[in-house]
């Protein structure tokens, strides 16, 4: 059974930072590409940042970039996204998601598996 558990949310000021954690179990890690997903109230999910097998290769939405960096330690079998300079706009459910394959991909039906979300609000 595949689990994937997020961890790290909370209440932060603007331009304060936050780190994210999601452990894996039940999948063969390495052989997955990992993302990070969000959604606000009212709004669709959005993807936020993905990272291939090894971490050479990672790929941001344009709204984060320069801010938030996604990394995986494969022998923890964990992905983070570390997020500086928050902005209220970030606030949201932030979700990972695993992907089987190479592939890079940023829309949420190619995932085949999802945590559960942590809460993060950014207030002004």
């Known amino acids: 059974q595949v689990q994937l558990v997020e961890s790290g949310g909370g209440l932060v000021q603007a331009g304060e930072f936050l780190r994210l954690s999601c452990a894996a179990s039940?999948?063969?890690?390495?052989?997955?590409?990992m993302g990070w997903f969000r959604q606000a109230p009212g709004k669709e999910r959005e993807f936020v940042a993905h990272i291939n097998w090894s971490g050479r290769t990672t790929f941001y939405a344009d709204s984060v970039k320069g801010r938030f960096t996604i990394s995986r330690d494969n022998p923890k079998n964990t992905i983070y996204l570390q997020m500086n300079n928050l902005k209220p706009e970030d606030t949201a459910v932030y979700y990972c998601?695993?992907?089987?394959?190479?592939?890079?991909?940023?829309?949420?039906?190619?995932?085949?598996?999802w945590g559960q979300g942590t809460q993060v609000t950014v207030s002004s």
């Open positions: 998601a695993a992907k089987y394959g190479l592939n890079l991909r940023t829309a949420p039906k190619e995932y085949d598996y």
């Open positions: 039940g999948l063969t890690f390495r052989t997955h590409a």
